[in-house]
């Protein structure tokens, strides 16, 4: 059975540091994708990872995957309030559909 | 906005009743996925459909079963409820059984 770790489970952070999230997984993936989720709303598709070595930019955000150590990271550079939300991971196996997500990690942004 | 919708947005109902959610993926896909959010579980998956037909399932109970109709949208039935199926329930649709899932704004059921 899939396993799906992230650590930390919370992070605050002050405006302008950097940090990262990390996920870990026990099973061979083909994608992983990284989700923001504000309170009481629906998930935003941040990142889709598929191969090895893949590193992904949006703003504040990088996502990174490395297929052999089953890891993917999220790194946030010089934080600002905006960023304050929780961030998951979802790993799809090889084979079937489903995405089996991360604990979450609740991100809060203090000025 | 995703393109995926669901109804309602809240349901508040009694222990031992029976509910209905509804979702409508986007348009053209034909993969149906359910999700379910709780303090407890985290976010889990159910249950997947395929152009009609049962794909994949999850982490889902007995009372509870899914069916995706001609139209290609989706109903979640919830029975005999109890205060631990309070949670908030997505449903996400994708084009093909490997392409990227986009969530609707989900459900949230409140048992009492």
């Known amino acids: 059975e899939l396993k799906v770790e992230q650590n930390p489970l919370f992070l605050s952070m002050q405006e302008g540091k950097n940090y990262t999230i990390y996920c870990n997984y026990s099973?061979?993936?083909?994608?992983l994708y990284w989700y923001r989720q504000d309170p009481g709303k629906s998930l935003e598709s941040l990142f889709v990872l598929l191969s090895n070595g893949a590193v992904k930019q949006e703003g504040r955000l990088m996502a990174s995957l490395d297929t052999k150590a089953r890891l993917s990271t999220l790194h946030i550079t010089a934080a600002v309030h905006d960023l304050s939300a929780t961030y998951f991971c979802?790993?799809?196996?090889?084979?079937?559909?489903?995405?089996?997500f991360g604990e979450g990690t609740q991100l809060t942004v203090n000025p | 906005d995703s393109g995926v919708t669901q109804t309602p947005k809240h349901l508040i109902t009694a222990t031992g009743q029976r509910v209905t959610l509804r979702c409508s993926p986007r348009?053209?896909?034909?993969?149906v996925y359910w999700y379910q959010q709780s303090l407890d579980q985290g976010l889990q998956f159910l249950i997947q459909y395929y152009n009609g037909e049962e794909r994949a399932k999850g982490n889902i109970l007995e009372r509870f079963s899914a069916q995706q109709f001609p139209d290609l949208h989706s109903e979640l039935n919830l029975s005999s409820l109890e205060l631990g199926d309070s949670a908030l329930y997505f449903c996400?649709?994708?084009?093909?059984?490997?392409?990227?899932?986009?969530f609707g704004p989900g459900t949230r059921l409140t048992v009492t």
């Open positions: 979802a790993v799809k196996e090889t084979s079937g559909s489903r995405l089996t």
């Open positions: 996400a649709s994708s084009e093909g059984a490997n392409r990227e899932q986009y």
């Open positions: 099973t061979t993936s083909d994608r």
């Open positions: 348009s053209g896909d034909l993969s």
